[in-house]
């Protein structure tokens, strides 16, 4: 279990890609009013922050892998199924495919009774910000959403992503189950192919 829990993070990221998070971070702040607490490694399930989901679309996903249909109607109906999620108003959303973050915003504006106003963090980062992230490859980009995502009050992957998997099992240490690792069994019997849930996550799986 202690190997789970700081396996995460045993490389430290950039300082660039911190400050450029942290920079968007206090943009959700302070231009959207997010309640987004610095003091804290991830937000509480239940506060009133902003909902956030990885698109997993790029152009290198495997064929075998869910697409874009069932990824976004189950992160649709399982905003849906909540009370609490629908009414949180903000939701930021990180993919390599920007035409899949379109279609997404389009799609929960006409399901949701309460739509979300869809960012990203193309949307929080400006000027020389925005030029510097610009200036990042797309993996280093991607880091910047991983900071992100992990703050979110609720957060909504694909089992199947490495990236998503990461962020949720990450999470976990703040859920009533205090550790990022996994009962003996639990892994085979639990896991593949099926979706991880907690207080803080969920992940999409066949």
């Known amino acids: ?14 300082e660039d890609v911190h400050r450029l998070a942290a920079t968007a971070l206090y943009s959700l ?64 959303i990180a993919s390599g495919n920007a035409t899949s973050v379109t279609s997404f915003t389009a799609e929960q504006e006409d399901a949701l009774v309460q739509p979300k106003h869809v960012i990203t963090k193309h949307d929080l980062l400006s000027g020389s910000d925005a030029a510097e992230l610009a200036a990042l490859t797309w993996d280093q980009q991607a880091l ?35 550790t990022c690792g996994f009962p003996k069994g639990w892994w085979k019997s639990k896991v593949l192919g099926t979706a991880l ?5 969920d992940l999409l799986g066949k």
Not at 160 to 173: L, P
Not at 197 to 201: G, K, L, P, T
Request: charged share 20%; aromatic share 16%; glycine share 6%.
């Open 29 to 92: 702040y302070s231009q959207y009013d997010v309640p987004v607490d610095p003091s804290t490694p991830t937000t509480h399930p239940f506060a009133n922050t902003f909902i956030g989901i990885h698109l997993r679309t790029a152009n290198d996903i495997l064929s075998y892998w869910l697409g874009y249909d069932d990824q976004a109607s189950y992160y649709i109906q399982r905003i849906k199924a909540s009370q609490h999620l629908s009414s949180i108003p903000i939701m930021y």
């Open 197 to 201: 849930r907690d207080e803080f996550s």
């Open 144 to 178: 910047v959403d991983y900071l992100i995502l992990s703050r979110s009050g609720f957060f909504m992957g694909m089992a199947d992503s490495s990236f998503a998997w990461t962020i949720a099992v990450n999470r976990r240490k703040e859920t009533e189950a205090g």
């Open 1 to 14: 279990m202690g190997f789970a829990d700081t396996f995460g993070n045993l490389i430290p990221l950039r």
